[in-house]
Structures are given as structure tokens and as C-alpha cells.
């Protein structure tokens, strides 16, 4: 099991900055990415940018929507992931989850699993 915590959330004008946290425990060794995700109201949950573990390269990738403006990034000494945003947009308004994708050997078998965080509200409103 992985227990995710999310923080750094909050309001922000317009072109304003935010950076959010993730931090991992329990099984890290099993993480094979771990990503943010963001849900605005009425919409689908969606990937805003992930990072793949150091063992698979360390592989980033970005929604179109926020190329250029986020960027993510890990530290492993405090087993956190960091989405840093900046010029933020009102549609940049959404609750975030930070998950973890994670795979593990049992008798044989490869078990696989998601685990999310509890979600942190942004919002980006003059």
C-alpha cells in the first residue's frame, strides 16, 4: 500500500504561481510513475503531468493544455513529487489528485495498482 499526501494548494490570481506537493509512503519501492491528475466541476478527471520512476528513465509528460507553464519533478531523498504551476489561467481551476501507479510480484504473478491522494482544491480567480 501507498499513502499519498497532497499540499499547497489555495486561490491565486491570474498569472500567478502555485507549487503542490505529493508525498509518498508505505511501499515505495513498488511506484512505477507517479502523475497529477485535475477534475474541474462537470468534467472528467484528467492528466495534467506525470514522471516516471528513476528506473524507467525518469520519463515526464505534459497535457497540452499546460506544456510550457508546469513542470513536474521529484525529489527521492523526501520521496515527494512536486507539480510547480505557473501562469496560471482561470480554467487552471480544478481539485488535483496526485496518484501513483505501482506493480509488484506476488507468487508469480504481477499484481498492479493506482493510489491516489485525497485531492487539493485550486483555484485561480481574480
Known amino acids: 500500500q501507498v499513502q499519498l499526501v497532497e499540499s499547497g494548494g489555495g486561490l491565486v490570481q491570474p498569472g500567478g504561481s502555485l507549487r503542490l506537493s505529493c508525498e509518498a509512503s508505505g511501499s515505495i519501492s513498488s511506484i512505477n510513475a507517479m502523475g497529477w491528475y485535475r477534475q474541474a466541476p462537470g468534467k472528467q478527471r484528467e492528466l495534467v503531468a506525470s514522471?516516471?520512476?528513476?528506473?524507467?528513465?525518469?520519463?515526464?509528460n505534459y497535457a497540452d493544455s499546460v506544456k510550457g507553464r508546469f513542470t513536474i519533478s521529484r525529489d527521492n531523498a523526501k520521496d515527494t513529487v512536486y507539480l510547480q504551476m505557473n501562469s496560471l489561467k482561470p480554467e487552471d481551476t480544478a481539485v488535483y489528485y496526485c496518484?501513483?501507479?505501482?506493480?509488484?510480484?506476488?507468487?508469480?504473478?504481477?499484481?498492479?495498482?493506482?493510489?491516489w491522494g485525497q485531492g487539493i482544491q485550486v483555484t485561480v480567480s481574480s
Open positions: 496518484n501513483a501507479d505501482r506493480s509488484w510480484g506476488d507468487h508469480g504473478v504481477i499484481r498492479r495498482k493506482t493510489d
Open positions: 514522471i516516471t520512476s528513476v528506473a524507467r528513465g525518469s520519463r515526464v
